[in-house]
């Protein structure tokens, strides 16, 4: 059982940048897939981004580059930086993660929707106003 909760949402004008982060409980991201998602109202929840447990990351091609994934092990936090946001990035951002007990877990590539994830955050709100 994990614990996820997410911070950093806000709005901004395009253009501009956020930083979300996810606290998970313990110190078990090394064991997870980690993966941030989003989801605008009356939209299907769509992949951002991952890292895997062995660092491995990967992107939604809506990214275009724009944002980027990391994780702090020892504050067993998961983090997105985003720039130049635009206003389709609108959305409810929600971290999850996918426990692998083998301690070697990897992550869809490109990120799917997040439905074999085991555990999800509330959610953090992100709009972006032109």
């Known amino acids: 059982q994990v614990q996820l909760m997410e911070s950093g949402g806000g709005s901004v004008q395009a253009g501009g940048s956020l930083r979300l982060a996810c606290v998970a409980s313990?110190?078990?991201?090394?064991?997870?897939?980690m993966g941030w998602f989003r989801q605008a109202p009356g939209k299907e929840r769509e992949g951002v981004a991952n890292i895997d447990s062995d660092g491995i990351i990967s992107y939604a091609d809506f990214v275009e580059g724009r944002f980027a994934i990391s994780e702090d092990n020892a504050k067993s936090t998961l983090y997105l930086q985003m720039n130049s946001l635009k206003p389709e990035d609108t959305a409810m951002y929600t971290c999850?993660?996918?426990?692998?007990?083998?301690?070697?877990?990897?992550?869809?590539?490109?990120?799917?929707?997040?439905?074999?994830?085991?555990?999800w955050g509330k959610g953090t709100q992100v709009t972006i106003s032109s």
């Open positions: 999850a993660a996918l426990y692998c007990p083998s301690g070697q877990c990897y992550c869809p590539n490109p990120p799917t929707r997040g439905y074999a994830m085991d555990y």
């Open positions: 313990g110190n078990t991201l090394t064991s997870y897939c």
